[in-house]
């Protein structure tokens, strides 16, 4: 992980565009801008938590780690949130793995750092309470998802979800790491994508995904991504400064 000397950027975390410009300022001097490689752990389960991450491209896992070592994405965290909620909620470790699952950048800092901040009781903390309802949100839909809708509307779903995080409608992905994510055999992945292929929804190859007609995909998709959408834009509606 390549750590880069000057925070002083455009703001492109939303989280953190939306903090009003005093307490921006006042996070500055502990931000460092950071690579967030592709398949990077940013932290293990069970391990203390040192760094949360405002990511600003690129997208993190979390993921829930079985005994047999197989793993199910159970939250998603892109240019819209922060990596390392269990320290604001009062522990420093968690049962899940953090894994760079699109290749960018963000801003870490001292998880401890972080915690002063929060603590402090103004708009960070607002922002960051809601984010973690909103993150709520993303996790219970997720696990009525898995259960109910079949693999094609959720794969649509998660399809729609990577794109409006990495605001593109192209970005690298293999069907074995897809699988991995939903927790499903690379096979089904495999039928699953060629009937959205067929649709005219996505392409596939090498190893890139390309969306051509998001309001198709968005029709094959379940309900789960439009209610999740609305309500981090309802909890949030974070806009780039």
Same mark, same amino acid.
């Given at each position: 992980m390549s750590v880069y000397k000057d925070p002083h950027q455009p703001i492109k975390n939303r989280l953190l565009a939306a903090l009003p410009a005093e307490e921006y300022e006042r996070l500055v001097p502990h931000l460092q801008l *950071?690579?967030?490689?592709?398949?990077?752990?940013l932290y293990e389960v069970g391990v203390p938590i040192e760094y949360v991450y405002f990511p600003q491209q690129g997208i993190v896992s979390l993921l829930s780690v079985l005994e047999d070592?197989?793993? !199910?994405?159970?939250?998603? !965290?892109?240019?819209?949130?922060?990596?390392?909620?269990? *320290?604001?909620?009062?522990?420093?470790?968690?049962?899940?793995?953090?894994?760079?699952?699109?290749?960018?950048?963000?801003?870490?800092?001292?998880?401890?750092?972080l915690k002063s901040e929060f603590n402090r009781g103004k708009a960070l903390q607002s922002l960051l309470l809601?984010?973690?309802?909103?993150?709520?949100?993303?996790?219970?839909?997720? *696990?009525?998802?898995?259960?109910?809708?079949?693999? $094609?509307?959720?794969?649509?779903?998660?399809?729609?979800? !990577?794109?409006?995080r990495v $605001?593109?409608?192209? @970005?690298?992905?293999?069907? $074995?790491?897809?699988?991995?994510?939903l927790g499903t055999r690379r096979s089904g992945v495999t039928v699953a994508a060629g009937t959205l292929s067929k649709a005219g929804t996505i392409s596939y190859s090498r190893g890139k995904i390309t969306i051509l007609n998001q309001g198709?995909?968005?029709?094959?998709?379940?309900?789960?991504?439009?209610?999740?959408?609305?309500? @981090?834009?309802?909890?949030?509606?974070?806009?780039?400064?």
């Amino acid at each position: 992980m390549s750590v880069y000397k000057d925070p002083h950027q455009p703001i492109k975390n939303r989280l953190l565009a939306a903090l009003p410009a005093e307490e921006y300022e006042r996070l500055v001097p502990h931000l460092q801008l *950071v690579s967030l490689p592709l398949n990077q752990v940013l932290y293990e389960v069970g391990v203390p938590i040192e760094y949360v991450y405002f990511p600003q491209q690129g997208i993190v896992s979390l993921l829930s780690v079985l005994e047999d070592g197989s793993t !199910v994405e159970a939250g998603m !965290v892109g240019n819209d949130g922060m990596v390392g909620l269990p *320290v604001i909620l009062g522990g420093n470790k968690t049962s899940n793995r953090a894994l760079v699952q699109v290749t960018g950048n963000g801003m870490r800092m001292k998880a401890e750092l972080l915690k002063s901040e929060f603590n402090r009781g103004k708009a960070l903390q607002s922002l960051l309470l809601r984010y973690t309802q909103a993150m709520l949100t993303q996790v219970s839909q997720g *696990v009525a998802c898995n259960r109910m809708h079949t693999l $094609e509307e959720r794969l649509a779903r998660w399809l729609l979800t !990577v794109q409006d995080r990495v $605001e593109s409608n192209q @970005f690298p992905l293999t069907q $074995e790491f897809i699988a991995q994510m939903l927790g499903t055999r690379r096979s089904g992945v495999t039928v699953a994508a060629g009937t959205l292929s067929k649709a005219g929804t996505i392409s596939y190859s090498r190893g890139k995904i390309t969306i051509l007609n998001q309001g198709d995909l968005e029709a094959i998709s379940c309900e789960c991504y439009g209610i999740i959408k609305a309500e @981090f834009s309802r909890l949030l509606d974070t806009e780039h400064r």
